[in-house]
């Protein structure tokens, strides 16, 4: 029951969070149209529509974790070896315990690294992004972004920008696709300018022309 109650409650705030996201989106306006264009010369990449509140729960990750906003003077568009990422991806998938921050922390929503118990879905987020940068990958490409899964529950995952497109490690699944083959609905990520900000993308899923 709790279960039910939780997953109602997370389609009540995605919903929200698309109405509130498409809203900040039309006041953009002409700068829209002339995002949309650039999107269709290139859609391997998320393109940014327009500034956007952070998620609930993110208040206090850039001050407790300072990799996690950093940005470098290294090239975003690197190329590193796929197969270490996907080992990488699927070893924290596995070892890492799924809990809610309910459960955890008695908080809706807390961002942080997992704990001896575990983490939802923004934690395993925060751990990937951790460890990819030690490998050596630049962390304004390592951009957290919020999402409606298939079954429109609200969920978040890491989009590893590289030079052949954005790709995206999940929790839910240990396959490291593109954005576009994901089948989610993709609300806002990390600025990839300035990640302690946030912007709106609104594109894919229930949200695809």
Request: glycine residues 6%; contains cysteine.
């Amino acid at each position: 029951m709790r279960n039910r109650i939780e997953g109602l409650f997370q389609v009540k705030l995605a919903r929200a969070a698309i109405a509130l996201l498409c809203a900040a989106a039309v006041a953009v306006g002409s700068s829209a149209t002339q995002t949309q264009a650039s999107e269709r010369v290139d859609s391997r990449f998320l393109i940014q529509r327009s500034p956007a509140a952070a998620p609930m729960g993110f208040a206090g990750v850039c001050g407790r974790y300072s990799w996690a906003c950093a940005g470098s003077s290294k090239s975003a568009n690197v190329q590193l070896d796929m197969n270490k990422i996907k080992r990488l991806n699927a070893s924290i998938n596995r070892r890492v315990n799924e809990i809610s921050d309910s459960q955890q922390y008695r908080v809706k929503e807390y961002w942080a690294l997992p704990t001896r118990r575990g983490g939802d879905c923004e934690d395993f987020v925060l751990l990937k992004k951790r460890e990819l940068i030690k490998m050596g990958y630049p962390p304004e490409a390592l951009l957290i972004a919020t999402v409606l899964d298939k079954k429109r529950n609200a969920h978040a995952v890491l989009i590893m920008r590289t030079s052949n497109g954005d790709y995206v490690l999940d929790n839910l699944v240990n396959q490291i696709k593109p954005w576009r083959k994901t089948g989610y609905t993709f609300l806002r990520m990390q600025s990839p300018k300035s990640p302690n900000n946030w912007v709106a993308v609104l594109t894919g899923g229930i949200l695809k022309s």
